[in-house]
């Protein structure tokens, strides 16, 4: 079992950043793929970016490409969302997730832990 707690979302206006954390606990963290969702009002839940177990291989959506990136520190337990150049169509809830295998993935279902999300707030 893994439990996952996102923190980090907050109100800022376009063009700012914001850096989104997620801190895992309850198994040892160094093999499984991480990945980050988000969802709008209104919206299906969609996939944001997603990193390996050890860092070496990640994958974006392509609007988020050049200005997201994903990281993690398996020694903290934890995986980063730096978010740059935010648009007011970055507003959504943001889901930090875990699936049980090493390699990356982009879809929702092939992650089995998720956490309770944090929200931004991108104003124009």
């Known amino acids: 079992q893994v439990q996952l707690v996102e923190s980090g979302g907050g109100l800022v206006q376009a063009g700012e950043s914001l850096r989104l954390s997620c801190v895992a606990s309850?198994?040892?963290?160094?093999?499984?793929?991480m990945g980050w969702f988000r969802q709008a009002p209104g919206k299906e839940r969609e996939f944001v970016s997603t990193i390996n177990g050890s860092g070496g291989t990640t994958n974006y959506a392509d609007s988020v490409k050049g200005r997201f990136t994903i990281s993690r520190d398996n020694a903290k337990n934890t995986v980063y969302l730096q978010m740059n150049s935010l648009k007011p169509e970055d507003t959504a809830v943001y889901y930090c997730?875990?699936?049980?295998?090493?390699?990356?993935?982009?879809?929702?279902?092939?992650?089995?832990?998720w956490g309770q999300g944090t929200r931004v707030t991108v104003s124009s």
């Open positions: 997730a875990a699936r049980s295998e090493f390699v990356v993935s982009t879809k929702t279902r092939e992650y089995a832990y």
């Open positions: 309850g198994r040892a963290f160094s093999s499984p793929a």
